[in-house]
């Protein structure tokens, strides 16, 4: 089961003064088919955390990272230079089928449910953006996980009589 908040810490280089991502957890049956189960979405100028209101997971990263989005939180990325941006996934309750498998697929657009502003739009223009997978910066995904057997079984429509 996957149980609760999700976060992608991305490293990540951008030559623009923005980014945008768009972190996708997906269930992958064994035909390859796969499920959206749950999405978030970061500009990276918003990326500041406020640390008295994120939640961590036990090694200390953020599993559900608290976002001011004020305008004071604003801070332009640096160009060519490994950032830190922690996504936000929404949080979900799924069971995983024995034999099936979790995907995190990125990308970099959230149409139509996501519009920016003129700003926004020229300080994305144009931007190419490098997912970092080394050591020493190595993007991750903290998911929740508890076991089947943690969560009763609830009717979905209950009647009450009498």
């Known amino acids: 089961m996957v149980a609760g908040p999700i976060s992608a810490a991305l490293y990540a280089t951008s030559t623009r003064p923005d980014t945008y991502f768009e972190a996708t957890l997906e269930d992958v049956d064994p035909s390859g088919t796969s499920t959206s189960l749950t999405a978030g979405g970061l500009l990276g100028s918003f990326r500041a955390l406020d640390d008295r209101q994120t939640w961590t997971a036990r090694g200390g990263n953020p ?81 929740p996980t508890a076991p089947a057997d943690a969560f009763t079984q609830v009717c979905s429509i209950c009647v009450k009589t009498g």
Not at 80 to 105: C, M, N, Q, W, Y
């Open 63 to 143: 599993i559900l990272p608290y976002h001011p989005y004020t305008r004071a939180s604003v801070v332009p990325v640096p160009t060519d230079k490994v950032t830190r941006f922690d996504v936000e996934v929404f949080p979900t309750f799924a069971k995983i089928a024995t034999g099936h498998s979790l995907r995190v697929t990125l990308t970099t657009s959230d149409t139509p449910h996501l519009g920016f502003t003129p700003d926004q739009l020229q300080n994305l223009a144009g931007g190419v953006y490098q997912v970092q997978r080394n050591t020493g910066a190595a993007s991750f995904v903290e998911i």
